[in-house]
């Protein structure tokens, strides 16, 4: 990946899905874990930053999103979370919620939270 992805902490403007989705693919691939796993990406919210001294609003924005990843292991999913703090340094996971697919075997659905914070676009 560039520098640029790798050194990024405040986005220029909100994310599009496809964005996260690819992002969340290359870094499933890089873990070693099939993509085809990644199940879902959806918008979770955006948030408005807090006002600021002498009334001017703050242009940052937090926007969230939450991915599926289904039928993986706990391994897999340290894997994909290891990864994704090194490359994806935008993005900070805020959730982590797996749910046992029942029977022996050791695999689970993971839901993830994602949060990145973004600088709203200047309006005169």
Known sequence: ESLRTQDELVSLGQRPPQDVIARLRSTMTEAGVDPRRLTGVQADSTTTGRSLAGGQADRFRTQSVRATLDDVTPGEVGRVLV????????????????????????????????????????TQ
Not at 89 to 105: I, K
């Open 83 to 122: 990864v994704w703090r090194q490359s994806q340094r935008l993005w900070t996971t805020t959730a982590l919620t797996m749910t046992h697919r029942g029977g022996n075997d050791n695999r689970y659905r993971a839901e993830l939270g994602f949060s990145a914070v973004y600088l709203d676009e200047i």
